[in-house]
């Protein structure tokens, strides 16, 4: 099992990147960032998240996000 999961990741170049868990303060950092309006990317890169997590975690919070001016 051990091998495959290694030939898997020698094939297509990737290592085994971990999820973070969602604190209860990045909560608050994205609802924050959802009332101001402000962009997605620079929500992304402000909270070191990629743009389809920060999607996936509005939706479960029930958070409007991705505002175009």
Do not use: C, F, Y
């Not at 990629?50 to 175009?68: D, E, I, M, N, Y």
Request: glycine share 8%.
């Amino acid at each position: 099992m051990a091998k495959k999961r290694k030939a898997a990741r020698k094939k297509n170049g990737r290592r085994g990147e971990k999820k973070r868990a969602w604190s209860k303060e990045d909560h608050r950092e994205l609802k924050k960032h959802s009332k101001a309006k402000t962009r997605v990317s620079a929500i992304s890169r402000a909270m070191k998240r990629t743009v389809g997590a920060l999607r996936q975690q509005a939706l479960k919070l029930g958070l409007p996000l991705g505002h175009r001016r």
